[in-house]
């Protein structure tokens, strides 16, 4: 079965910098790639999707980028604000099947 | 469009008990899927659907069960509960085909069985 890895350390960056989390994943290349947000209490909320045949999406200040061949998407926050603390998920999709990794907190200092 | 719609919020079983999750959406999504989330944990996939009538497992699917008669339900039961479940479920959808949009999920339910 496809196994999904994100850094499950905390992620602590300053205000202004940029955010860089990783996904790995073991198998099969999915349609889509997705980065999802999670507030504590909330459901997850929906940012980027990259499709297996992309290498970059971006969308305001965040970007991610999609490498079939080494199996990873790295997932950019830049110019970061407090306001983008969260945790961050990595999701595949192959056609109605959403696996997802177990996130990467990112806590972002004034 | 009320997007999502989980029901209950809150429940707390005793074991053995059996109840069903709701999960209702009205963006006339194909997919639909359910999760479960532990403390400190990602998501994990217990069944899902690509449209009515037709189900499959996720991840972690034994002790519960779903069905998927109309394209705007999918329920998931709990047939005989057991602590093990105690878990945040959530419900998501999307549409089929190519997408510029991942999934909508639902505001969760918290679930204890004692």
């Known amino acids: 079965s496809q196994k999904i890895e994100q850094n499950s350390e905390a992620l602590n960056i300053q205000e202004g910098k940029t955010a860089t989390l990783t996904c790995n994943y073991t198998?099969?290349?999915?349609?889509?790639l997705q980065w999802y947000r999670q507030d504590p209490g909330r459901g997850p909320v929906f940012l980027l999707l990259?499709?297996?045949?992309?290498k970059e999406k971006r969308k305001e200040r965040l970007k991610v980028t999609f490498d079939t061949t080494l199996k990873q998407s790295l997932f950019h926050i830049t110019a970061s604000q407090p306001a983008d603390s969260a945790t961050y998920l990595c999701a595949l999709d192959s056609w109605g099947k959403l696996q997802f990794g177990s996130g990467t907190q990112v806590v972002v200092t004034p | 469009n009320a997007g999502v719609t989980q029901t209950p919020k809150f429940q707390v079983l005793k074991t053995g008990q059996s109840m069903t999750l709701q999960c209702a959406q009205d963006?006339?999504?194909?997919?639909m899927s359910w999760y479960r989330q532990d403390p400190g944990m990602g998501l994990r996939l217990i069944h899902y659907s690509v449209g009515a009538g037709i189900t499959d497992q996720g991840e972690v699917p034994n002790g519960y069960n779903v069905s998927r008669s109309t394209t705007e339900d999918f329920p998931l039961r709990l047939l005989s509960a057991a602590p093990s479940q105690t878990s945040v479920y959530f419900c998501a959808s999307r549409l089929s085909g190519e997408i510029n949009y991942g999934y909508t999920f639902g505001s969760g339910t918290r679930l204890t069985v004692v």
């Open positions: 963006m006339n999504h194909e997919y």
């Open positions: 198998n099969y290349s999915p349609a889509y």
């Open positions: 990259i499709r297996e045949n992309e």
